[in-house]
């Protein structure tokens, strides 16, 4: 084992404190938790709640991930935007099929949003545009709002006995079936 491997080893983990998690007292839809553990994320003060981490996979499968931040969630989908002409938009357009990742680490709580990834339409993406800091260096016609329609929602809670909790919604028509 190298020095580095050794100290990766010594270093804690796990080392929130998880709120309590009532399983009995679940939402039937995803977007309810979603909102609860987000709000509670930055009532805990923790910076930037709405950061996530986005996976794709280019044309011939190899994947990629970068940190984004969240624009926005409803039915019609969770929210991102950048270039087309960006490695994320290039690997969107060969593979729609994506993932979202945010990570509250000091209530160590985590969701993973997986499902497919459509463009909004050109008036949207011109209005996000719009919203955008006058500092930008993005051209507005190569800017686009992505919407991810998740078909599976999975929210993590750590617990220091290594016991997590995992709560899975899946998609099934118009509906969530939901396993805990």
Do not use: C
């Amino acid at each position: 084992m190298n020095e580095l491997t050794r100290w990766l080893r010594d270093q804690p983990s796990l080392t929130g404190t998880p709120p309590p998690l009532d399983l009995s007292d679940l939402p039937t839809d995803p977007h309810d938790l979603f909102d609860a553990w987000i709000r509670a994320a930055a009532d805990a003060d923790i910076a930037e709640v709405r950061a996530a981490t986005l996976a794709t996979a280019d044309a011939g499968g190899r994947p990629d991930a970068r940190t984004l931040i969240l624009k926005g969630v409803s039915a019609d989908g969770w929210e991102f935007a950048g270039p087309r002409s960006s490695a994320k938009g290039r690997q969107l357009a060969d593979n729609p099929a994506a993932a979202l990742n945010f990570w509250w680490q000091p209530v160590m709580r985590a969701v993973r949003v997986r499902g497919t990834v459509h463009e909004a339409t050109p008036e949207e993406n011109a209005a996000d545009f719009g919203a955008r800091p006058a500092s930008s260096d993005a051209a507005p016609s190569d800017w686009v709002l992505w919407r991810l329609i998740p078909d599976r929602i999975e929210f993590w809670q750590g617990s220091h006995d290594r016991r997590h909790t995992r709560v899975v919604y899946t998609r099934a028509g118009d509906d969530w079936t939901r396993e805990a």
